[in-house]
């Protein structure tokens, strides 16, 4: 595991000024805040940045521990290459529906890295480039001494941020031994019962896999609990839960149709601003994805003295690659609420490597609902129709 290492232990610790106004603050040191934090400093280094997190580091974070392709892209813009050079990559997804599979190789290889490490490497990178941090919980957003704030505080309410649009669901994560015929993939198996919902087995590539099982909450509904979430995961995984430990439960922001930052000095990024891919339960590429525009938009308004003008420059940034996207992911996410569209999903990606491409963009990048996809949905309700 990676540790921060003694000295960058004590600069951070250092950093809290109280009275002196930062040039940015960025509340939440996961991927969306570290990577704002980060971006900032890549734009203009001799800014004081203050990476601020109720959390010391490295700390875990209940997630599936997917790291798409998407958001290494990101980084790597960052000049994070490289980043898990000395982790396994996972180049197979299986998608199973009721039965069916569509089992094949990424365009790119994914990742799985536990949070305790993949956000630890990326606070190592914010430091590196500058950033102070300081270990404190923050009690709402009019208490922050700085020229432009960043809001990275994740699924948590924070008094003062703007609230967010979405429904939300509902996941439980743990670590269990890959049985073999489990290993080197990323495994999604599709709810049948409580819609929508998917388990799934993700591989470490060292023995041991990220297992869990998720769920959109309802209002019609009562929320599930832990007995459910596990049970709900073995029946679809069967065996996934054996000598299962580290078990935690999230709730996950999905996002809705639309992702409109208001302008000011108050910028929201990752799971604080509701962005999680309503299909997949993916963050991580919103998240970095965000966070770089909105360290970039506060560096060049500080620049140009505007801080003001930092909301608007991060909606420029973000509206070209979220607009369309998040469209289409809201239209997608509302089809697979039924059982057939996920059933013919699965077999049209089962048939066609473009496909499966297209909807590993989707649900992990920033892509949409292509011509392809649609024909290869079409063809497959008419097979499962007829
Ligand atoms: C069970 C589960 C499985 C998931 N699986 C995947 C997956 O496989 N791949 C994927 O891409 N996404 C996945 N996600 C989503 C992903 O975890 C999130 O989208 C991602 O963590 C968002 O990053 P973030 O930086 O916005 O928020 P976070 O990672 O939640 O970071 C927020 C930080 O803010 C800090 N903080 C919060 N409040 C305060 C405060 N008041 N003061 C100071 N600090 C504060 C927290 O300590 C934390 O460090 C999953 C989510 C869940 C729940």
């Known amino acids: 595991m990676t540790r921060l290492s003694s000295g960058r232990r004590r600069r951070r610790r250092t950093g809290y000024r109280p009275g002196v106004t930062a040039d940015v603050v960025v509340v939440g040191a996961g991927p969306a805040g570290a990577t704002a934090a ?3 400093l890549r734009a203009h280094p001799g800014l004081d940045v203050r990476l601020v997190d109720r959390a010391d580091f490295p700390r875990d974070k209940p ?3 997917g790291i798409a392709p998407h958001a290494l892209d990101v980084l790597a813009g960052l000049g994070l290459e490289g980043l898990f ?3 396994i990559p996972v180049h197979r997804l299986r998608l199973v529906k009721q039965g069916h599979g569509a089992a094949r190789t990424t365009r790119s290889p994914n990742f799985v890295v536990p949070r305790e490490i993949f956000d630890a490497r990326l606070v190592a990178a914010a430091l590196d480039a500058g950033a102070r941090f300081e270990r404190r919980r923050v009690r709402a957003v009019d208490h922050l001494d700085a020229r432009v704030v960043v809001l990275a505080h994740g699924a948590h309410p924070l008094p003062g941020a703007a609230p967010r649009r979405g429904r939300t669901a509902f996941a439980l994560r743990g670590y269990a031994p890959t049985p073999p015929g489990r290993a080197s ?3 999604i198996v599709f709810g049948d019962q409580r819609q929508p919902s998917y388990a799934w087995s993700f591989d470490r590539g060292d023995g041991w896999a990220n297992v869990g099982y998720g769920e959109v909450l309802s209002p019609a509904r009562a929320a599930p609990s ?8 073995e029946r679809l995984l069967p065996g996934a839960t054996e000598d299962g430990r580290a078990w935690r439960g999230h709730h996950l922001p999905l996002s809705s149709w639309r992702f409109r930052p208001p302008e000011g000095r108050v910028l929201t990024v990752g799971d604080a601003a509701g962005l999680i891919n309503p299909l997949t339960g993916e963050g991580i590429y919103y998240a970095v994805l965000t966070g ?5 938009a506060a560096a060049e308004a500080l620049a140009a003295g505007r801080p003001q003008a930092a909301g608007r420059r991060y909606r420029r940034a973000v509206t070209p690659a979220l607009g369309v996207h998040l469209v289409n992911t809201a239209a997608a996410a509302r ?3 039924l059982d057939v569209v996920v059933d013919a ?3 049209a990606a089962a048939r066609d490597q473009r496909i499966f491409d297209d909807f590993v963009d989707l649900g992990l990048g920033g892509g949409t609902l292509t011509p392809r996809l649609g024909a290869g949905l079409v063809a497959g309700l008419l097979r499962t129709g007829s």
Do not use: F, K, P
């Open 38 to 40: 980060l971006a900032a």
């Open 63 to 65: 997630c599936g521990d």
């Open 85 to 87: 050079d000395d982790r």
């Open 185 to 187: 993939e990323q495994v």
């Open 226 to 233: 832990r007995a459910l979430l596990l049970g709900e995961l």
């Open 292 to 296: 770089a525009a909105a360290g970039r």
């Open 335 to 337: 089809l697979s609420t």
């Open 345 to 347: 999903g699965v077999r």
